[in-house]
């Protein structure tokens, strides 16, 4: 708790939060929440909600695997729905501020791991990776993807999302640095039907995942199943 903190609340109903504070004390930001939450609040609410869509789609999941999870604070809402969750980066800066911050309630593996030097080690029924594709250099997603799918089970599904490249238009100088790969909801749906039987491409506009034009989309979203 934070020094001189009451350690009692008017309301009753409020009182458990306080004790559970105490317990396990408490939760900061990942690194890069952090910066998020003091560049532009908001986004936080679009990531989680992206977390929220990953989760409910892997509900029963026996092993679920994230690709590039940064800093790993939304993990936690993976973990709800699934028996395990790895996480990796190709990062170790991030993957350390990952294993500091995580609680027992919901604990997962987290690893360092560059799926362009090789595939990882393990089965998974689930894999997802949000916000990486679009960083991998367009002569690269082949081995990138293929590197992955060398550990997704038969029966295993995979989701994958990226800012459109309809949204690029309206990115900051930083994002167009670093999204070299943004891709037409349509390029991205035959990109993954190499590699599947059936692929959905989903769009989503703030927090809001839907069905429509993906050309109006500031994001988009493959659902993969059917590993060919």
Not at 68 to 93: E, H, M, R, W
């Amino acid at each position: 708790m934070t020094a001189n903190a009451p350690d009692a609340v008017k309301d009753p109903v409020n009182q458990h939060g306080f004790e559970v504070n105490k317990e396990i004390g408490e939760t900061r930001l990942g690194v890069l929440k952090n910066w998020e939450w003091y560049d532009d609040p908001k986004r936080i609410l679009f990531s989680m909600a992206r977390y929220k869509f990953v989760a409910k789609l892997f509900e029963g999941r026996k092993h679920a695997l994230e690709i590039g999870c940064g800093d790993a604070f939304n993990a936690p809402i993976i973990c709800q729905s699934v028996d395990k969750l790895t996480v990796t980066d190709f990062d170790p800066a991030f993957i350390a501020d990952a294993q500091a911050r995580m609680k027992d309630k919901w604990a997962y593996e987290a690893k360092v791991h560059n799926l362009l030097e090789g595939p990882i080690e393990g089965s998974f029924d689930a894999m997802y990776s949000l916000d990486v594709l679009e960083h991998i250099p367009q002569d690269q997603e082949d081995l990138f993807i293929s590197n992955a799918l060398k550990a997704l089970t038969d029966d295993g599904e995979m989701i994958l999302g990226m800012p459109s490249l309809e949204s690029q238009a309206y990115a900051s100088r930083a994002s167009k640095e670093g999204h070299i790969n943004c891709k037409s909801g349509n390029d991205f749906r035959a990109l993954m039907q190499k590699y599947f039987r059936h692929v959905f491409l989903f769009s989503m506009n703030d927090e809001v995942v839907h069905t429509g034009y993906s050309k109006m989309a500031h994001y988009i979203i493959v659902v993969c199943c059917g590993k060919k």
